[in-house]
């Protein structure tokens, strides 16, 4: 949103309201305004209010300032699970966008078959995540899976996969990078059929080698599709839930696990939860905010 | 049984928060702030249930409990309505089949101010949860000394909440000692074993002698399943969690509660368990067990019945034996952990249906009935003297097996913020099982967050 429509906006507010056809359209609108407000916007501030008192699940305690936050930072399950999510989100969508990418520019090309290899190549992410995610859980077991048996063969593993948070961790990336990338391959994929031939083949005529098309054409076209997709991605993998606890068997701790604890089975540390989840809501809109500002990216079509 | 974890995905901030405008705040609250405007019609039916307790008057009320795949639920409730036709009604609700969940709604239920419950059936690790927030009716006049007399003493114990009773057991289930009788009797052990040492004495014995994978598996995940095995082995030693004669005070940090966890650990550390135990639930000691690699396994009464099913057991009962779980020292009583379910009754639900509620409470743990339910869908009776009944030792061999270990079981830590506690305990005992902390700094860390537990509850 450029300054020139702020402007305009501003000054139109009175032809706005002044227009009975336009007043009318408003008022048809309020019923879902209030809707929106009362199943979105009231339950976010409720949250936002009660993390700054003392609270349970029953009653409404005493206005404490910070020490929910405080107390936030002091537990080591949330810690555990701040680090956990931090490793996940950074390391998998890493390779998801270059995995990703790299099978979007493969099968951008044309060749027999490429309608039955993009169907094929989303099986993973049709997959209900917890169902791919108990169905890894049996391959890493100690009885019947056959990647613990694998690894143990070859001497890479001494320990149990599923009781070791950092193996554990270790394949919830992988778990997750097999089960996504599918998906940030489409969404780039998208991207790259926008791009016109033409432009590749002035750059040919011109003498510009394959990185240079690559770096000085692809990419920087690419942009506005790349940020998209990861964003998505790193707003999905910061919120990350049903993969870890399915797979783990809820040993692995994330940032959401740690509210659904909270909230959900203590009957105490509800306050601290709630905290956690108003600490997930921001950082994620500043992780939204960071993409859109910091990196450029378009939110709408309007430029 | 208990599992407690397997939550939907609860995709967006945006569905944690609403949860919170439901349980946060309190649900009227909401719903009279929703009712104000035109879309609040639309949200009341959403938001469900929302006003005070009873089904109505007339003798009519709410039954609720888990899914039965064996039918007798409904069978029993068919029965009742029968006998008690144009004085009392019993409507069955099913509840969902994971207790964590069935746990959570219910106690949304009556944090929104009573619902619609008027019997509950519930897990024995309810009752002090719902009697500390006066929840649930004391029913200690009703359900009287000498009635209590005729029950197994483990159930009643965990009915019971500072000095009153709050609940009637239903069936039970206790933690047991599954054993490869044939594998002990061609290596000379004609008995099972009596301490945990004899146990890891066979168990080596026999893996060597007859190349058996496993010699001991049991529950040892960070779950509910595994905080019974945990404090099954502190019982065994002599230690407990929480002072069984004051709830307030901790004392697992004990030499007995060590020497019980050091027990478990060293089953890892000898080699006797896998070193994933610390991954296993029901699921996995079972399977191990019934491939035959396990010379022993702890595990609930129901893995009996499958041990004489052929399509799932490599197994046959002619190979397998039941004994009381071992203790740490010879001659200590033999503790196991206890599991079923109780029946309790809503607080908020006016005093006829109550009354009717009750009538259903003496109809269903009756001797008949306890015998109909235990012949027909091998629930165990938590009634002393059917323990003694021929009929059903002859259907549940099990009982036969074991009559002392079911009837010695120990509930679980009695207390009113017991999911805080189980939580803390979970993640202790497999840790220290694991290897990751020593069992004095798992004992020493629970030590200082129970405490914790018992003081923030207090305060709130």
């Given at each position: 949103m450029t300054t020139p429509v702020k402007q305009k906006k501003r000054s139109g507010l009175k032809e706005e309201f002044g227009n009975p056809e336009r007043r009318t359209a408003y008022y048809m609108i309020l019923p879902a305004l209030f809707i929106i407000l009362v199943v979105a916007f009231y339950p976010i501030t409720y949250s936002l209010y009660l993390s700054f008192h003392q609270a349970n699940i029953n009653a409404v305690g005493n206005f404490v300032g910070l020490q929910n936050y405080i107390l936030m930072f002091q537990n080591t399950e949330f810690l555990d699970g701040l680090r956990n999510t931090l490793i996940f989100t950074v390391i998998s969508v890493f390779f998801e966008f270059i995995i990703g990418l790299a099978i979007a520019l493969a099968i951008n090309r044309a060749f027999r078959g490429r309608g039955l290899v993009r169907a094929a190549i989303l099986v993973p992410w049709a997959f209900p995540t917890v169902i791919s995610a108990v169905m890894w859980r049996l391959m890493f077991q100690?009885?019947?899976?056959i990647i613990q048996y694998a690894a143990t063969s070859l001497g890479v593993?001494?320990?149990p996969i599923l009781s070791n948070q950092t193996l554990l961790l270790i394949g919830a990336i992988l778990v997750d990078t097999w089960k996504t990338t599918p998906f940030m391959a489409l969404l780039i994929l998208a991207g790259l059929q926008t791009i016109p031939g033409e432009v590749y083949e002035a750059a040919r005529v011109d003498g510009a080698s394959v990185w240079q098309r690559f770096f000085r054409i692809t990419l920087p076209l690419l942009k506005p599709a790349i940020l998209v997709a990861v964003l998505f991605r790193t707003l999905d993998a910061y919120r990350i839930y049903d993969l870890f606890w399915a797979m783990s068997n809820r040993e692995l701790e994330s940032l959401s696990t740690f509210v659904y604890k909270g909230v959900r089975i203590s009957q105490l540390n509800f306050a601290v939860g709630n905290a956690a989840s108003v600490f997930i809501f921001i950082t994620a809109f500043a992780i939204a905010i960071f993409f859109i500002k910091v990196l450029g990216m378009q939110t709408s079509t309007e430029e | 049984m208990v599992e407690r974890i397997e939550g939907p995905?609860?995709?967006?901030v945006l569905s944690e928060a609403l949860a919170f405008a439901g349980r946060g705040m309190n649900r009227r609250d909401f719903l009279k702030l929703a009712g104000a405007g035109a879309a609040g019609a639309a949200l009341l039916g959403v938001a469900g249930?929302?006003?005070?307790?009873?089904?109505?008057?007339?003798?009519e009320f709410t039954f609720s409990f888990g899914p039965d795949p064996s039918g007798t639920l409904q069978e029993l409730v068919d029965r009742f309505n029968t006998e008690y036709e144009g004085q009392y009604t019993a409507s069955l609700r099913e509840m969902p089949a994971d207790t964590g969940q069935y746990f959570d709604q219910v106690r949304t239920e009556f944090q929104a101010g009573?619902?619609?419950?008027?019997?509950i059936g519930g897990d024995v690790i309810w009752p002090a949860q719902f009697a500390a927030n006066g929840y649930?009716?004391?029913l200690s006049d009703r359900f009287t000394e000498e009635d209590r007399q005729?029950?197994?003493p483990g159930p009643v114990e965990s009915n019971t909440y500072e000095g009153k009773v709050f609940g009637v057991p239903w069936f039970t289930d206790a933690g047991l000692l599954y054993y490869r009788q044939d594998l002990l009797e061609e290596n000379g052990f004609s008995k099972p074993p009596r301490t945990w040492d004899e146990l890891k004495e066979m168990a080596r014995t026999v893996q060597q002698s007859s190349?058996?994978?496993?010699g001991f598996v049991f529950q040892g995940a960070d779950y509910e399943g595994g905080v019974v095995n945990g404090v099954e082995y502190i019982y065994s030693a002599?230690?407990?969690?929480?002072?069984s004669n004051s709830p307030?005070?901790?004392?697992?940090?004990?030499p007995e509660a060590i020497e019980g966890l050091t027990i478990q650990r060293s089953m890892v550390e000898d080699g006797?368990?896998?070193?994933?135990v610390a991954t296993y639930k029901e699921q996995e000691t079972q399977t191990a067990f019934l491939n035959g690699d396990a010379v022993f396994a702890r595990n609930w009464p129901y893995l009996y019945a499958l041990v004489a099913d052929p399509e799932q057991s490599q197994i046959t009962p002619e190979q397998v034996s039941v004994a009381p779980l071992p203790t740490a020292n010879e001659g200590d009583q033999s503790a196991s952990g206890l599991g079923g379910w109780n029946f309790m009754i809503n607080a908020a639900s006016d005093p006829e249906t109550q009354e009717a509620a009750y009538e259903f409470i003496r109809f269903a743990t009756s001797e008949e009935q306890q015998r109909f339910r235990a012949l027909e869908g091998s629930f165990l009776p938590a009634l002393q003297s059917l323990y003694e009944d021929q009929e059903i030792l002859d259907a549940i061999p099990v009982i036969a097996l074991a009559p002392e270990a079911l009837r010695n079981s120990k509930p679980r830590p009695v207390s009113p913020f017991y999911s805080d506690m189980s939580l803390e305990m979970g993640e202790q005992f497999n840790a220290s099982l694991n290897g990751e902390v020593s069992p004095e700094e798992a004992a020493r860390t629970l030590q200082g967050s129970l405490e914790g537990i018992i003081q923030q509850g207090q305060a709130v």
């Open positions: 100690d009885q019947v899976g593993i001494s320990d | 995905k609860e995709s967006a249930c929302g006003g005070g307790g009873g089904g109505g008057g007339g003798g009573g619902g619609d419950i008027d019997l649930i009716l004391d005729a029950f197994l190349g058996t994978q496993y002599g230690g407990e969690v929480l002072d307030d005070t901790v004392v697992v940090d004990s006797i368990a896998p070193q994933s």
